[in-house]
């Protein structure tokens, strides 16, 4: 009897300190600076992000680099889709090969792009995030898509064609979303 009394006493005793430390995270806010001077306040949590402003958007966020083909390649698709659904869409591109702000906006206005574009000098410390939240290991194109809640769905390292990021917009915009999902290719 004493023997099952301690045991369950050990076994509440580790439930309290799980949930504590689990209410104990704390998750980083942060600050990043567009190419237009805008800034967007963010902060992690648990499965996502909460990014000031994009509550109810589905949000594609890419990592680029101005000397990257793949990522060359994928602008086009993310200014097409951002075109067509910028009521219900929120592109964000984090330039993560050293532009500075104005390299960034002189190439975004060269590029046509009509999405956030962000230099990784003002994107605060959502790059060092992302890579430890993420496991990224720098590869790019590195593509995050969140659904209308923040929560992160889907991952991958490499270039998406259109369709695909349609298709992941539709379905991420349709139905609420709770599950995970980390599709990881190589590039």
Known sequence: MIKKFSLAALLLLSLL????????????????????????????????????GMKGKVIFLEFFGHNCP???????????LQKKYKEKLAVIAIEVQGYTTDQLREFAKRKGINYIAV???????????????????????????MDTTGNVQFVQTGMIPEHVLERLFVKLSSTPQTKTDTNKSKS
């Open 70 to 80: 793949p990522c060359l390649a994928s602008i086009p698709h993310l200014i097409n």
């Open 17 to 52: 300190t799980v949930s504590q430390a689990q209410s104990a995270i704390q998750y980083p806010t942060m600050k990043i600076t567009d190419i237009s001077g805008k800034s967007y306040i963010v902060k992690g949590a648990d499965n996502g992000l909460d990014i000031e």
């Open 119 to 145: 230099s990784d000098r003002d994107a605060g410390m959502l790059v060092d995030y992302i890579a430890q939240r993420a496991q990224w290991r720098g590869s790019i194109p590195f593509f995050v898509a």
